[in-house]
């Protein structure tokens, strides 16, 4: 009898994990379980469209729901699955009776921070993730004058852009000082503020969410320094793990709520697997756990969960997270720590930084790229990246993870040879020239 | 007394050597010598200028002739050095009697091959090498209805692009099967290929120049396949070490024809340096020397080799020659050995290959990215790559000639985490699926 693998969650993880157990075992049968209407679109996408960079829902479709049936992978949209038996190896699916499992991958992603705060039932609060609602909600968009987004997460700085772009008055609302400063340096992110505030985008930083007014819906955001008139709230809250089921069911979980996985992706049951924003990960240079990667991170992870699941063979390792985004008129990135994360840690450091460009400064198109490097104090190893610029930044911060992976130091990186071509590339590379300054400076 | 530094050669590698010996020495006297107009001007640019993606040839120069006398820079232009003494430490210099040195740095560039065909003196033949000339034969090129390129090097493949964007009907002439045979592998230059046919451009492969044809101006270019009529002909042979000047004062040369030069950029004679295209340098993987390489290790030579020179103390290290560059519509690039330059060598290889995308399948500007890595048969190490495609080839050259360098495995780069997010990176880099694929055939 073939093997049978169940799969909770129809997002990046559970249809990686999906590839992943037909990859190890083309005879596996895989049934996987989404709430929603659809599998295999990028939400990553949504705010494009919202901001009309891209033109039309449709595109964010990566395959038909033909294409898994071709797979042999069998998804049931709408589906439940309301509680699993690790014992007896089943999974309870609402409406339609209990499914066994040989093995089991739960891939049930996040759900959005409540906000916390009184009128969170009123109507006009958008959370961003369903397509289907996203579709209903760009509708809305248009008869909008005034919006707030709540949160300079990297969702938040995507839908500022993204609601700005649309000539909608966008408000941006956060405790922090700077946007998304969990994880990015200020000195990054104040090219962002400054095209935001071309955009016409009112920053209110330092402040603090206090209500959503309104009867029905949503008439204005009251916060810490006042009242702000808006017709839309964007809740781009803290992601936390959606692992309700995987609790009741008694798997274990971390520091940061996710569920406890080894490099296997296998959870603390037999045959169980986890993967995407329902696990945490630890960081590759201190071991702290992680939760609420990329998309990326959530693909890989679930292809690995599933080859496991299906018989196969694949690791996971620690992460170093490389990371970027578009954020205003810039593009932002790096990899593993800035300079407020690890002053936050107690890590100390060094800087390297760079002000360059992206191709030969005569060429058309050329943009500005700043490299921040920061190395460990005697060794100069580097422990961390960030970036903004206009293009390259990606490629970078893939580089520059990989850089802090393998242990690469500033003499290292400021040894690198570089591509010099007019059209892509200019005489002098602007991570070697970071890393030789932070030569000179250490 | 102050040390005095002579530089011969005023392009990338002597203006850096110029720069590195202030660096090192700020006391320093340093005395460039150059036979041209100008210094600090980008020549890569000229072919870009040609095809009016850049529109001045002013925007070419990088820096005035005052910034140097501000930096205690001594040039002279439009200067021969004739011979320098190594023993009493004297250089002579045309028509300015001799000057002493206390180190010197011979930063004297290279020569075009001569094509060896009758007809090499006619007027219409163009060597691209000085901004003044090239700002005449712009005027020429207006007049111009058929031009032929002489060699599908790195520069033939430029100006093939460039004369055709400039409207001319542009022929190629090369003996090779492929463009840039000696570098790029057939299917990264396929579509190259393919893009100079949208262009109208004529190749002509497999094919031997036999003589420039004419009595006072070329109107003809001769070959093993038939006469091509043109009224220009742009000579893109291989660059040949330009160091008469060393080799007559007994500096050692080695297989290539360049100077012989250790990790500081000494030659063979105590305070003698070398940088650029005049010396050869060890490839990394093989230890066999190399010469004519790019600006930029131009640059990074001269910077180490004036350092030295004033005193200081830098390494140069060998190299893994990450390149590229615009062809026709596409960018091509790479790092270390290609398919064909391994099978010449008789390195073995496995091959991993993907055809990837730059950024979401669905976010404008989205462009291919071809990724082909070669490694090692056992060990997966990774020896080499070659790409095409329309962006961030520039940013993953440089990453893979550092991956080759520090011995990464197709392994470690089938692991590696990356930046997916929709306006700058797809799911799934395209590195990461060639390692994977390679894996797969291993």
Redesign the interface.
């Known amino acids: 009898m073939s093997r049978r693998v169940v799969v909770v969650g129809g997002g990046?993880a559970g249809m990686g994990a999906a590839g992943g157990i037909k990859a190890a075992d083309p005879n596996a049968e895989v049934v996987v379980y989404t709430g929603f209407d659809d599998v295999a679109y990028?939400p990553?996408?949504i705010p494009?469209v919202h901001g009309k960079?891209?033109d039309d829902f449709q595109?964010?479709f990566?395959a038909s729901k033909q294409a898994y049936v071709d797979a042999g992978i069998d998804v049931h949209y709408n589906s439940e699955v309301t509680s699993v038996d690790l014992t007896r190896k089943v999974a309870y699916v609402a409406g339609a009776g209990e499914i066994s499992w040989d093995a089991l991958v739960l891939a049930t992603g996040f759900n959005y921070a409540d906000p916390g705060v009184p009128g969170g039932t009123l109507g006009g609060l958008y959370y961003v993730k369903n397509i289907r609602e996203a579709m209903e909600w760009d509708k809305v968009l248009d008869t909008v004058g005034q919006a707030v987004v709540v949160q300079a997460s990297p969702l938040g700085v995507e839908m500022v852009t993204a609601l700005a772009h649309r000539g909608i008055e966008t408000h941006l609302v956060d405790p922090s000082p700077w946007p998304m400063s969990e994880i990015a340096d200020p000195d990054i992110m104040a090219p962002v503020e400054d095209s935001w505030r071309e955009l016409g985008v009112k920053v209110h930083f330092n402040t603090t969410l206090e209500a959503f007014l309104g009867t029905d819906e949503v008439r204005a955001v009251q916060t810490s320094e006042g009242e702000i008139p808006a017709q839309l709230a964007v809740i781009c809250t803290h992601k936390e793990p959606n692992n309700a089921l995987g609790i009741a069911a008694g798997l274990e979980v971390g520091s940061t709520g996710g569920f406890i996985v080894d490099e296997r992706m296998a959870t603390s049951a037999p045959g169980v697997f986890a993967a995407g924003d329902c696990t945490e990960i630890p960081n590759g240079l201190t071991g702290v756990p992680l939760q609420g990667l990329?998309?990326?991170?959530a693909?890989?992870q679930g292809k690995t969960a599933g080859i496991n699941a299906g018989g196969g063979s694949r690791t996971?390792?620690a992460?170093?997270?490389?990371?970027?985004?578009?954020a205003g008129k810039w593009?932002i990135?790096g990899a593993s720590f800035g300079e407020t994360t690890a002053t936050a840690l107690g890590v100390p450091f060094v800087v390297g930084s760079a002000q360059g460009i992206s191709r030969?400064?005569?060429?058309?198109g050329v943009k500005p790229v700043k490299v921040k490097l920061l190395a460990e104090p005697d060794s100069l190893r580097l422990i961390g990246a960030q970036m903004v610029g206009g293009?390259?930044?990606?490629?970078?911060?893939?580089?520059l993870?990989?850089?802090v992976k393998?242990g690469?130091t500033l003499g290292?990186l400021a040894?690198?040879?570089?591509?010099?071509?007019?059209?892509?590339?200019a005489?002098?590379?602007p991570?070697v020239v970071a890393a030789q300054n932070g030569l000179d400076a250490a």
Request: aromatic share 18%; charged share 20%; with cysteine.
């Open positions: 990046a990028s990553c996408g494009y960079e891209i595109r964010l990566l990329t998309g990326s991170h693909y890989a996971y390792s992460v170093y997270v490389p990371w970027g985004t578009a593009i990135g030969a400064r005569y060429y058309p293009e390259g930044i990606k490629e970078r911060a893939d580089f993870a990989m850089a393998f690469f290292d040894r690198m040879e570089n591509v010099y071509s007019p059209a892509i590339g005489l002098n590379e991570i």
